[in-house]
């Protein structure tokens, strides 16, 4: 008996233009703990490129802002979908720090970058409901995941979910995990399918570890001759990796076991780019919670030495250069199971098993 499932139908992205490599932060002056840190700054970026994997990242020019660049993803995900604009029941747009100009720690969330996006693409249709969903990184996973429930309970047909962010317009330029964070944009169409061979989301799950929240938070700057207030993102970076390691294993088997898909079906993971030796220890755990000794080979596409970490946009933004044969050595087919999963502040987890 054919029933209702939710299925992706477009995926679009925004690559933001301005390849940002290690030398720009030569002339930096980095801080831990309040003391200036006594090495060359030559050995401090290898040395965090080797620890990440990140060699480049992605900022969006002066002239934009988060909405601009998630209005640009949203429309290649709309015309790859082939879909009318006015036709989508849904925007949820997923960030963390809204608009924030260039040259300004200032957060603009009003009104919603959701209803922001909505003027941009032209959309007419008042019942077409745009908000906002702050989650952390996790929040484009989270956005599928509340698509996902507003399609199976009837109310929508088509939803528009985006992840985008601007995190260099917040980092501190005095802390070393300043060279992690980037800009981008990715966005997914999911559409209400009548199906009989169990297409789509098949499962998800989702947890917030509240305890855990100073790991992530805005602080004040490592400079501790600068007064700009609490202005900018800080991370924990070692209680983080722990912290990743041990839960987001557990969750994704969770969510895997809850789909009824076996372990040795999944073909791919879509793993938030945050740290790629993170993503890499995460996987070799998750198999390890199956009696498995070892991760399969082209199991874990990943962007983070080009495109560092987006948070909310990372996700969406793999899926769609995967989708578009963009990352070498990764091709989805047709019944092929995936896990989409994400980690960030809250501390938020959450993992969809998908089958394309």
């Known amino acids: 008996m054919n029933k209702i499932q939710s299925v992706i139908t477009g995926t679009g992205s925004y690559i933001p233009e301005n390849v940002i490599s290690g030398k720009h932060f030569l002339t930096n002056t980095f801080f831990d703990g309040g003391v200036k840190i006594d090495k060359e700054n030559e ?12 060699n480049e990242r992605r ?27 006015e036709t989508l029941d849904y925007i949820l747009f997923c960030h963390n720090f809204g608009d924030v100009k260039a040259g300004s720690n200032r957060v603009d969330m009003l009104p919603a970058l959701a209803a922001k996006v909505k003027v941009q693409l032209g959309i007419a249709n008042p019942d077409c409901v745009a908000f906002d969903i702050i989650f952390g990184c996790p929040g484009w996973v989270q956005g599928m ?8 309970s ?7 979910i985006i992840g985008a962010e601007t995190l260099s317009r917040i980092v501190d330029s005095h802390d070393r995990d300043s060279m992690i964070f980037a800009d ?17 989301i098949l499962a998800h799950k989702a947890q917030t570890h509240a305890s855990h929240a100073d790991m992530l938070i805005m602080g004040s700057s490592s400079n501790p001759d600068e007064t700009n207030g609490n202005a900018y993102i800080k991370m924990k970076g070692r209680k983080l990796y722990e912290f990743a390691v041990i839960t987001v294993p557990q969750l ?7 789909s009824g898909v076996d372990i040795k079906q999944i073909k791919m993971v879509f793993i938030h780019q945050a740290n790629g030796k993170m993503d890499h220890a995460i996987m070799k755990r998750l198999f390890k919670l199956y009696g498995e000794d070892t991760v399969p080979e082209k199991l874990v596409p990943m962007t983070i030495s080009w495109l560092g970490n987006s948070s909310v946009a990372t996700v969406p933004t793999l899926i769609d250069l995967v989708l578009k044969n963009k990352v070498d050595g990764y091709q989805i087919q047709k019944g092929d ?12 987890i959450n993992a969809i098993v998908y089958k394309f």
């Not at 981008?184 to 789509?200: P, R």
């Open 337 to 348: 199971h995936a896990v989409f999963a994400s980690v960030g502040a809250g501390m938020h």
């Open 252 to 258: 994704v088997k969770q969510a895997i076991d809850k």
């Open 43 to 54: 050995e401090i970026i290898q040395k965090f490129a080797d620890i990440t994997e990140i």
């Open 184 to 200: 981008g944009a990715g966005a997914t169409i999911l559409e209400a399918k009548s199906t009989d061979d169990n297409t789509g």
């Open 154 to 160: 009837g109310d929508a047909k088509k939803v528009l």
């Open 145 to 152: 995941i509340q698509a996902d429930y507003l399609i199976r």
């Open 59 to 85: 900022y969006i020019s002066e002239n934009q802002l988060n909405h601009d660049i998630g209005t640009l993803a949203a429309q290649l995900a709309i015309e790859d979908a082939g879909i009318d604009k």
